[in-house]
């Protein structure tokens, strides 16, 4: 069974940055597409940031082009997520996701969850 663990989470203050890391284990092989949700208090879940495993093609939200980066360690099987400039309104739990498919597939409706990590940005 696939597991996929977040760590990297926490407060920080308005403008600030965090890295989350999430870590696969199990049969990972063809998990093609890898990336972050997020879900803010009262908020549905949405999509923030994607890579492609082989490739490597990027693909952000709107909200995020431009202070998020997600990048990938093939030989960890860990994918990324550095968030800079971040505001008060990148107040979530993030999650990282995976999807035996491409990208556009996991935007749409991922087959692994991790558990989710919680970030805090006070203004």
């Known amino acids: 069974q696939v597991q996929l663990v977040e760590s990297g989470g926490g407060l920080v203050q308005a403008g600030g940055s965090l890295r989350l890391s999430c870590a696969a284990s199990?049969?990972?092989?063809?998990?093609?597409?890898r990336g972050w949700f997020r879900q803010a208090p009262g908020k549905e879940r949405e999509f923030v940031a994607a890579?492609?495993?082989?490739?490597?093609?990027?693909n952000y939200a709107d909200s995020v082009s431009g202070r998020f980066t997600i990048s990938k360690d093939n030989a960890k099987d860990t994918v990324y997520l550095q968030m800079n400039s971040l505001q008060p309104e990148d107040t979530a739990v993030y999650y990282c996701?995976?999807?035996?498919?491409?990208?556009?597939?996991?935007?749409?409706?991922?087959?692994?969850w991790g558990q989710g990590t919680q970030v805090t940005v006070s203004s």
């Open positions: 199990g049969p990972t092989f063809g998990l093609l597409a």
């Open positions: 996701a995976a999807k035996m498919g491409n990208i556009a597939y996991l935007k749409i409706e991922p087959d692994y």
């Open positions: 890579i492609g495993w082989i490739g490597g093609t990027t």
